[in-house]
T-cell receptor
């Protein structure tokens, strides 16, 4: 089954404790991206990647890092999480016409 | 700065009625997407509109794109409760490459008996 998976699905952590949210897709897509969703703000792009080792900032990249060492994986790294990064995070991968979204990761930073 | 504006942001409808959600965007793009999101769920792709004048229909939903007016519409015909969800439009700003999308804030649709 074609899918985008994210882990963990839920995470509660404390300020400053480094964390990684993994994202994997099995559709051989070149393009992957990360979004955060906040009430009243819709979805905002954090980072995107057009291929292995090619990444670029989206609209809200501050406080986040990404890497793309393999085509199927695109992890999101929070080196020092802060409470304003409490949000719902979605990973997505794209073919030429459609983005496929993962199930989401609900992150709470205390 | 690219802006994607949806209206209304909240829509309460009665079953059987028709309504239209509007999506305006501020820069040139010939590729627009509509998504549906149920509470607590991920986004589901509804329509991909790839050119001026494109029209797509699925069940009670019909989407259209006017690139000259920078406007897309999502028309709901004879609404039913199962259509209750939040609907997002998104504009591709990379010239149709592969999905660097800017989203509208979403329209929360509630269909009541």
């Amino acid at each position: 089954e074609a899918q985008v998976t994210q882990n963990p699905r839920y995470l509660i952590t404390v300020t400053g404790k480094k964390l990684t949210v993994t994202c994997s897709q099995n559709m051989n897509h070149e393009y992957m991206s990360w979004y955060r969703q906040d009430p009243g703000l819709g979805l905002r792009q954090i980072y995107y990647s057009m291929n292995v080792e090619v990444t670029d900032k989206g609209d809200v990249p501050e406080g986040y890092k990404v890497s793309r060492k393999e085509k199927r994986n695109f992890p999101l790294i929070l080196e020092s999480p802060s409470p304003n990064q409490t949000s719902l995070y979605f990973c997505a991968s794209s073919n030429r016409y459609t983005q496929y979204f993962g199930p989401g990761t609900r992150l709470t930073v205390l | 700065e690219l802006k994607v504006e949806q209206n209304p942001l909240f829509l309460s409808m009665q079953e059987g009625k028709n309504y239209t959600i509007y999506c305006n965007y501020s820069t040139t793009s010939d590729r627009l997407y509509w998504y549906r999101q149920d509470p607590g769920k991920s986004l589901e792709s509804l329509f991909v509109l790839l050119s001026n004048g494109a029209v797509k229909q699925e069940g009670r939903l019909m989407a259209s794109l006017d690139t000259k007016a920078r406007l897309s519409t999502l028309h709901i015909t004879a609404a039913v409760h199962d259509l209750s969800a939040t609907y997002f439009c998104a504009v591709d700003i990379m010239g149709g490459s592969q999905g660097n999308l800017i989203f509208g804030k979403g329209t929360k649709l509630s269909v009541k008996p």
